[in-house]
């Protein structure tokens, strides 16, 4: 469920016209429903109660801070996979013992500033990480709570390029040496191992790799508490997918997910973390566009908007699906026809949807892609010296722009000429 309805015809967000928006920001824009967040996050932790468990907000997902803001005062933590993410974290107000720290790549500056202004734990992915951990928390007199990410080898049957729970995958130790690494890590200076951590996946739509990978996790966890670790928390990840187009069958819903958690893992007396962004902030979110040109072409039509895909690069890159929407509903009767649907960048991969159905459409025409909430502005670029686009937050009848589109002064100035030239 989502905030996104037409009323006499014409599409709101919450109690605010998308027109309004558009006239007083400019296209394209990003626009995110509060209560849509609000409604999402509490579905999802109502779905692990009673059980002690914290929803941490994958931040990767949309990292804008009054997106987090929303978040965190209704209690949530957040899960950050870079220095910059924590930043924007306590910068929306989430304490540290509510952060999350996962990564590949975590940096000594970067585990240094976050020992030094707290977190709940860091998500270990590697040896070499935990040496490093260990050394820099000794070296300042801290001590480094973790888990590790275990990889279980399991296909979570989505996207390969989304897909992180097989053993060729980059994230986590293989789940048979993680006895063997769990010896290393208790042994360490600087470190406490509070739990386990799997993620094996964004977008699923199906719960039986989740319970494959959550069974193989419950094994482990009693088979370290039997070599005498503290296993308290077990860290399920996150990937949970939800439905980008209307006419598709939708994915498990959280109460479904919150039910297999807690008769797979439910017994174990371990507080449970769960880590959504796709499922929280995905439906919250339109991209909103007009329409340039309507071409025709040899055998088809197209429809050229204003946004790109260096504004939304997931159907670029993932092949991915959104639904395209008037802004001013189409008359009951009108014929839809075929159009592709492509922005103004210079490459053919600036595709948007091919033959898809729509009413007919004019030049400044609003358009909205729906469920672009997360993965859309943060994966935005600058491509073409196209400048980043608005993003606009709604609750009920008031909006605001909660990042300002640049200016080409502004984008220019970042860039300096040497005096040599």
């Keep these: 469920m989502d905030h996104f309805l037409y009323r006499n015809g014409e599409l709101h967000a919450e109690d605010v016209a998308i027109r309004e928006i558009a006239a007083e920001v400019g296209t394209p824009f990003y626009v995110y429903s509060a209560a849509t967040l609000e409604r999402h996050f509490r579905v999802f932790d109502e779905a692990l109660s009673p059980n002690p468990h914290l929803v941490c907000f994958a931040v990767k997902s949309n990292s804008n801070v009054a997106v987090l803001r929303v978040l965190a005062k209704l209690g949530a933590g957040m899960d950050v996979v870079s220095g910059g993410e924590y930043r924007r974290a306590l910068a929306a107000g989430v304490p540290g013992e509510k952060i999350v720290f996962s990564g590949v790549g975590k940096t000594r500056e970067e585990m240094a500033f976050v020992l030094e202004h707290g977190v709940r734990q860091f998500n270990v992915e590697s040896e070499p990480e935990l040496l490093v951990l260990s050394e820099v928390a000794a070296s300042m007199g801290k001590v480094a709570p973790i888990t590790l990410r275990v990889n279980p080898d399991v296909d979570a049957k989505t996207h390969e390029k989304i897909s992180t729970g097989k053993s060729e995958n980059k994230f986590g130790i293989p789940i048979a040496k993680a006895r063997e690494i769990y010896k290393m890590a208790a042994g360490l200076p600087g470190i406490d191992v509070v739990g386990v951590d799997m993620h094996i996946g964004s977008q699923l739509t199906d719960l039986a790799p989740f319970e494959e990978a959550y069974t193989k996790m419950r094994a482990l966890a009693l088979a370290l508490r039997e070599d005498g670790h503290n296993i308290r ?4 990840g996150g990937g949970l997918g939800i439905p980008y187009t209307r006419s598709n069958e939708a994915p498990p819903l959280p109460a479904e997910y919150g039910a297999m958690v807690k008769r797979v893992l439910g017994d174990l007396g371990c507080e449970l973390e769960i880590e959504p962004g796709r499922l929280i902030s995905g439906n919250a979110g339109l991209l909103v566009s007009s329409v340039i040109y309507v071409k025709e072409g040899e055998g088809r039509d197209f429809l050229i908007l204003d946004a790109a895909m260096n504004d939304l690069v997931r159907p670029s890159m993932y092949g991915a699906h959104h639904d395209i929407i008037p802004v001013i509903e189409a008359e009951a009767g ?40 997360a993965y859309g502005a943060v994966m935005a670029s600058e491509y073409n010296t196209r400048p980043l686009i608005p993003e606009v937050m709604v609750s009920g009848d008031q ?17 300096t000429i040497p005096q040599w030239l």
Excluded at 402 to 415: N, V, Y
């Design 233 to 236: 928390r077990l860290d399920l």
């Design 334 to 373: 009108t014929e839809p026809q075929p159009f592709d649907v492509v922005g103004p960048v210079c490459e053919t991969g600036d595709t948007f949807a091919k033959a898809r159905a729509l009413p007919a459409l004019q030049p400044e025409d609003l358009v909205a892609f729906r469920s672009a909430g």
């Design 399 to 415: 909006f605001a722009v909660i990042r300002a589109r640049p200016t080409f002064d502004e984008i220019l100035a970042r860039d």
